[in-house]
Nanobody, 119 residues
Framework: QVQLVESGGGSVQPGGSLRLSCAAS????????LSWYRQAPGKERELVGF????????SYADSVKGRFTISRDNAKNTVYLQMNSLKPDDTAVYYC????????????WGQGTQVTVSS
């Protein structure tokens, strides 16, 4: 059974930091590119960051460049999103996404974790 389980969300003041984790199971993790998306109330889901299957390529939305860092540990089947200098506009539900590099239709989503940035 495929599972992506996010954790690490919560409430933080502006300028604070959070580290999200997404633990994967039920598929061969190393053959999947991974991404973090977020969706704020009333807005469309947007891509936050991407990391290739072996970790040598990353990319970020302009809104989070220099503040967020995506990383992965293939030995632990886990992807992370380190979020620093958080702003109220970062408030959203954050989702983990896995996309196979071998089978295009194999795309998986986690259930999401809430991040709230407020004073």
């Amino acid at each position: 059974q495929v599972q992506l389980v996010e954790s690490g969300g919560g409430s933080v003041q502006p300028g604070g930091s959070l580290r999200l984790s997404c633990a994967a199971s039920g598929f061969t993790f190393v053959w999947y590119n991974l991404s973090w998306y977020r969706q704020a109330p009333g807005k469309e889901r947007e891509l936050v960051g991407f990391i290739s299957r072996n970790g040598d390529t990353t990319s970020y939305a302009d809104s989070v460049k220099g503040r967020f860092t995506i990383s992965r540990d293939n030995a632990k089947n886990t992807v992370y999103l380190q979020m620093n200098s958080l702003k109220p506009d970062d408030t959203a539900v954050y989702y983990c996404n896995a996309r196979s590099v071998l089978v295009a239709q194999n795309v998986y989503w986690g259930q999401g974790t809430q991040v709230t940035v407020s004073s």
